[in-house]
């Protein structure tokens, strides 16, 4: 190889060399930017998220365990605020229940509950689960004697809507706890945060469901008397959940925030308590789970069930869906149809049944009415246009009897009416001697040519002989008698 071959390849050497440096420059400086880029964007987000540095601990606790004890006023307060919501769910009234929500003062314990686990104050614990246990039992009482003194003739909305809780109340309730949390340990608490997590989640209107269910259970047997477990055992569950949520939210947010432990000079002490509170953690740590999965499953059982309803019969019209029902203990869907089911559409509902997850291994029951077939609605129809040509033949017959009727009325009406003057004409000769003519007839007048109005005019002629004041006197005098004689204030005389 020449000497300038061997410059021209070191040369071209070089070139690539400084490329590729160039290259990895260019991209090292990418990675620095997007590096910068993904710092700002966390500083940004810590900045907006993170509430740390805006907590108040000392003072959040000690407003916390103010809010705990249940005693005198707070005790008023709660039977009030449990009448106010009885009265509003009897009333079925929202608005009067959201009054109810806003006076409760049951949010200070169950704050305290979660707060004393996270902290491992066991003493706190005791207090907040004591006096939690009062209110609910003062609460279930006074609800109940009322409703057994002033029962619902029906049941309302308002008191149905606390017996079914669903994966929205579980999600209203922690979120609401995570906020009443966040803004309860915040230097200068949001007031509006804590009446906004009063009213989402409801603690009065379970109670007082739930002391319904009682007076119903004491007062009726049989299926009412179920009915009335029914309803506190729903109403109570929701309360459960609204409870649990509510401190476990409590207790995360606390622990977020590093809030210090409680200590205990007797180390065995301290392990005592730490443990106690461990299993009471883990205790209500796993309702809510139980609750949460078991609750988010019949959501899901409710959504693909409503799903198959819509798509695969209403969708249908070949298909007559008379009523449904769905029983999830059994695992079983029950449809009753008008008109008679093919076993090829049965099959093919229970094929499409498959496609929904969560209710494809229920047991799927169609039953179909034989006796409605096409035959038979066409028998039906015709029968039922036979009686509509009876019928209006019969109706021709009665208008033409009502008719002569009514000839008939206005016959002896104008009878009656003629009877009726000439009695009229000869009291008023009687007690007016100077009268020379008398008539009265029922005209029809109009001041304003829209509105129609009926009045008497009466027409007389007076004896040569009276001067024009005697005459306006006894007119006068006839105008008073005849409004008494025809039982009317639309009466006018005219002079002939």
Not at 159 to 188: C, E, M
């Amino acid at each position: 190889m020449s000497e300038e071959s061997k410059f021209n390849f070191s040369e071209d050497e070089q070139q690539r060399v400084e490329k590729n440096k160039a290259v990895e420059e260019k991209k090292e400086a990418v990675k620095q930017d997007a590096k910068g880029l993904f710092a700002s964007i966390s500083n940004f987000l810590s900045e907006l998220l993170d509430f740390r540095d805006d907590t108040d601990r000392d003072a959040t606790i000690a407003a916390i365990k103010a809010d705990i004890p249940f005693k005198g006023a707070t005790a008023w307060i709660l039977v009030c605020s449990i009448m106010v919501a009885s009265v509003g769910l009897n009333a079925n009234s929202t608005a009067v229940v959201i009054g109810a929500m806003l006076i409760s003062p049951l949010m200070g314990p169950i704050l305290g509950v979660g707060m004393s686990i996270a902290i491992n104050d066991i003493d706190t614990l005791k207090k907040s689960l004591i006096n939690l246990a009062t209110m609910i039992v003062l609460s279930l009482l006074t609800a109940f004697l009322f409703f057994k003194f002033f029962p619902l003739s029906e049941d309302t909305s308002e008191l149905l809507g606390r017996t079914q809780p669903d994966i929205r109340d579980v999600l209203i309730a922690f979120f609401g706890g995570l906020a009443l949390i966040i803004a309860r340990t915040k230097k200068g608490t949001i007031a509006s945060v804590i009446f906004g997590v009063a009213i989402a989640t409801a603690l009065m209107p379970p109670l007082c469901t739930a002391g319904y269910g009682v007076a119903v259970w004491v007062s009726n047997t049989g299926e009412r008397a179920r009915e009335g477990l029914t309803f506190f055992a729903g109403a109570m569950n929701l309360f459960t959940i609204n409870t649990i949520f509510i401190a476990l939210a409590t207790f995360i947010v606390l622990k977020i925030l590093r809030f210090p432990m409680l200590k205990y000079a007797n180390s065995k002490k301290r392990k005592r308590i730490s443990r106690i509170a461990l299993v009471v953690a883990i205790v209500v740590m796993a309702w809510p789970i139980y609750t949460f999965v078991k609750v988010l499953k019949e959501s899901r059982i409710d959504i693909d069930y409503a799903k198959f309803l819509k798509e695969e019969i209403e969708g249908n019209e070949s298909l007559w869906l008379q009523r449904e029902r769905i029983d999830n203990e059994k695992n079983r869907i029950t449809l009753f149809f008008n008109g008679e089911i093919s076993e090829a559409t049965e099959s093919d509902l229970r094929n499409e049944l498959n496609r929904y997850e969560y209710i494809k291994d229920y047991d799927l029951i169609i039953n179909g009415n034989k006796n409605v077939s096409a035959e038979r609605l066409m028998d039906l129809y015709n029968n039922a246009l036979i009686t509509i040509e009876q019928r209006d033949s019969l109706l021709l017959v009665k208008q033409s009897e009502l008719d002569t009727l009514t000839l008939f009325i206005r016959e002896k009406g104008n009878l009656m009416d003629n009877t009726t003057f000439v009695l009229l004409a000869k009291d008023a000769k009687i007690k007016f001697s100077d009268l020379s003519y008398f008539g009265y007839a029922n005209m029809l007048e109009s001041s304003d040519f829209v509105k129609v109005d009926t009045i008497t005019v009466a027409n007389v002629r007076w004896k040569s002989n009276l001067t024009d004041s005697l005459v306006t006197i006894k007119e006068s005098e006839l105008l008073k008698w005849l409004k008494s004689e025809l039982k009317t204030e639309k009466i006018r005389i005219n002079r002939n």
